[in-house]
């Protein structure tokens, strides 16, 4: 879509357009960087000063008429009269932005570029009014950017604790003290709290222990008794290695962020 920067005289409108196949999601850890192309028309005018600076917003719209924020850029252009200039927006995303974008897509992904225009050296008013620039970027193009990203595009959910008086909340509180023991670099101690927490998920529960039944007679809350057992197995500390063996028996900081994660799982069950 093309749009103008509507300055006074004598430097006027100056074309501002997106080159929709410009768009490209970069790969990172975590955090990705989303990078669009613009291209900026730039008239044969003395008074303009010698750069032209771009203070940009880009959003995506919800659907509900309000706007999600995705990130702030900015980048001077070196104003030569009669140029075609092409300045480059980089904006950091992390997973759950991308994937929010995703949720949100129907069919091409549409997103909004604020933008804040300023002739720092010119002769005569270096501002205008901003202008909202509307981004298409066709379906098959955005697939392509998250084909490109590969695995690095996690999954993540949000487990909310339990609120205050219910049945999960006690188990919560143990989740918070393995946490903050696992900042701590304390293993044992984080294994030993969510220990606890699945301890209090049994007490609160009501899931019933299946007994001798065969796993396809156990019920829905057999089959939950089950697993939390099981985690609860791995909260235990491991005894000493076994003589003329050099394999490891120690729980590793990503066991204890699996059986703390994996609990606080099971907490949102007693709600």
């Given amino acids: 879509m093309r749009d103008k920067l509507c300055f006074e005289p004598p430097v006027g409108a100056i074309p501002?357009?997106?080159?929709g196949k410009s768009l490209a999601l970069l790969k990172g850890l975590g955090a990705h960087a989303l990078r669009l192309e613009l291209e900026v028309r730039l008239?044969?005018?003395?008074?303009?000063?010698?750069?032209l600076t771009l203070e940009t917003d880009l959003h995506a719209p919800t659907g509900t008429g309000s706007l999600?924020?995705?990130g702030s850029a900015a980048v001077?252009?070196?104003?030569?009269?009669?140029?075609?200039?092409r300045p480059r927006l980089q904006y950091v995303l992390?997973?759950?932005?991308?994937?929010?974008l995703e949720e949100r897509r129907r069919g091409s992904l549409c997103l909004a570029l604020d933008i804040r225009a300023v002739l720092p050296q010119a002769s005569v008013h270096p501002g205008c009014p901003d202008l909202q620039l509307r981004l298409e970027v066709t379906e098959s193009h955005w697939l392509r950017q998250l084909e490109g990203l590969g695995r690095s595009l996690g999954v993540e959910m949000l487990v909310p604790f339990p609120s205050p008086g219910r049945p999960g909340h006690t188990a919560a509180d143990h989740l918070l003290e393995a946490q903050r023991r696992l900042r701590e670099n304390d293993i044992d101690g984080a294994l030993a709290s969510a220990r606890h927490a699945l301890e209090h998920i049994e007490r609160s529960s009501g899931w019933a222990k299946?007994?001798?039944?065969?796993?396809?007679?156990?019920d829905v809350s057999e089959r939950w008794a089950v697993i939390r057992k099981a985690i609860e197995e791995q909260t235990t500390v491991i005894g000493p290695r076994p003589s003329g063996t050099d394999t490891p028996l120690a729980h590793t900081r990503a066991d204890a962020e699996t059986i703390i994660a994996l609990t606080a799982a099971l907490t949102h069950l007693l709600d």
């Fill in 76 to 85: 001077t252009v070196p104003f030569e009269p009669g140029a075609l200039e």
């Fill in 43 to 51: 008239p044969v005018v003395a008074e303009a000063g010698r750069v």
């Fill in 210 to 218: 299946p007994g001798k039944k065969q796993k396809r007679e156990r």
């Fill in 16 to 19: 501002v357009s997106h080159r």
């Fill in 94 to 100: 992390p997973n759950t932005l991308v994937r929010a």
């Fill in 68 to 70: 999600l924020w995705l």
